[in-house]
């Protein structure tokens, strides 16, 4: 267990996610989730090789989250004061404008992080609780911030701007921010190793499809377009996130239905996308609909690869030309059924996959395409963990 560890946390509203990882091999020494923060049915899960721990119980907020956390480590025999770890790395949703690569952490930039919850209300606030509790759980390691935002930090001007008036614009700090960042930048970086070439000269499509979906195009080792926008609301279809909508449905609601913004935002954000459509937002739940004959399901299922598609064929002609393209995360690497719909007539761009290794279940990086296809498809695994590991240690040093 000794050696040069980080450990990562990921804190939402009412969850924390935790890996121990070693930067420089990759391996995850420990890991678990903390789930239900502030209800009476709380549940810690801990991970450590092929031992599995589980506590159940009220867990009142995240400095009891994080306790417990410790714990766990402490119970299963892997003390973290005994487990050679040198810092903390935290996932942070937002870094709006300010923040375009990792920091440390110390009160002024808490702060600031703080005060960009204005562009990141459901996410941000949760971030700052779980770093201020880290760093009073572990006040002598240093911390570092990550964001999700930073590798869109520097999309060109015309991805990034909205068509509305300037000054409201800049006002309100309105703009393509983009999410899901730190995995694109991972997964960009393991294509170009798989495929042993110099990411300067690889123009890629990537889609990182699970329960927040968002696709990029990449050009040279730079991200020139995304999906996600001011808020990780814009873009594909998600398990319960509507995507791209005319914002003039948002005045209808308002006007004719009676809801408030607060009822909008809520349906838009969590009673949308696969969920608003079939009821459910799994996807292993909505193929077993299908099968079922569920026409509702099947409409979910088609809308969402139908939107898909339209951002690849998009990104092809921003691109110019594609080399690459690449799905990741839970549905991106584990639904061949998607895969399939999404890359399917698209043979006129040089784009297609073979079915026998599109069925292929594996963790490992792998082709899809047909051997000699001008545009190569891949299945990749994204490793959001090892990426702020790294990002944090490098930083650190």
């Known amino acids: 267990m000794m050696g040069r560890n980080i450990l990562v946390l990921n804190c939402g509203s009412s969850s924390i996610k935790y890996q121990l990882v070693n930067p420089g091999t990759g391996v995850v020494q420990a890991g678990g989730i903390i789930e239900r923060i502030g209800q009476k049915d709380g549940t810690v899960t801990h991970q450590f090789g092929d031992q599995k721990f589980t506590v159940d119980g009220p867990i009142a907020d995240h400095s009891v989250g994080i306790t417990l956390m410790r714990k766990m480590f402490a119970d299963s025999g892997t003390s973290l004061e005994d487990s050679g770890i ?146 990780p609301l814009e873009g594909l279809v998600m398990g319960t996130r509507s995507g791209d909508i005319d914002p003039g449905v948002l005045f209808h609601l308002h006007r004719v239905a009676g809801l408030s913004v607060t009822q909008i935002d809520a349906l838009l954000n969590r009673g949308s996308g696969m969920l608003g459509l079939s009821g459910v937002s799994d996807f292993r739940d909505l193929h077993s609909l299908i099968q079922a004959g569920d026409a509702g399901a099947q409409l979910a299922l088609d809308v969402y690869c139908h939107r898909a598609k339209k951002y690849v064929g998009a990104y092809y002609a921003v691109l110019g030309s594609v080399d690459a393209i690449t799905f990741t995360a839970g549905v991106g690497e584990n639904d061949s059924v998607v895969r399939d719909l999404i890359m399917r007539g698209l043979a006129g761009l040089g784009i297609s996959i073979d079915p026998a290794r599109n069925e292929v279940r594996s963790s490992e990086s792998r082709v899809i ?18 990426a702020i590991a790294r990002a944090t240690l490098a930083l650190v040093d």
Do not use: W
């Open 369 to 386: 395409s047909p051997v000699d296809s001008p545009v190569t498809v891949l299945v990749v695994p994204t490793n959001e963990e090892l």
């Open 86 to 231: 040198v810092a903390v790395g935290h996932r942070v949703v937002h870094g709006g404008a300010r923040f375009c690569e990792p920091v440390l952490l110390d009160d002024a930039t808490v702060a600031a992080i703080e005060e960009l919850s204005v562009l990141a209300p459901l996410h941000n606030p949760a971030n700052v609780i779980g770093i201020e509790r880290a760093r009073a759980a572990f006040p002598t390691l240093p911390q570092v911030a990550v964001f999700d935002t930073a590798f869109f930090r520097d999309l060109p001007a015309a991805a990034s701007t909205y068509a509305i008036d300037h000054k409201v614009a800049a006002a309100h700090q309105i703009r393509r921010y983009g999410f899901h960042g730190t995995s694109h930048q991972y997964v960009a970086g393991r294509v170009a190793k798989y495929l042993e070439r110099d990411p300067a000269d690889i123009n890629q499509i990537i889609l990182h499809l699970g329960n927040g979906a968002s696709i990029s195009a990449i050009s040279g080792g730079a991200a020139i377009e995304t999906s996600m926008g001011m808020t």
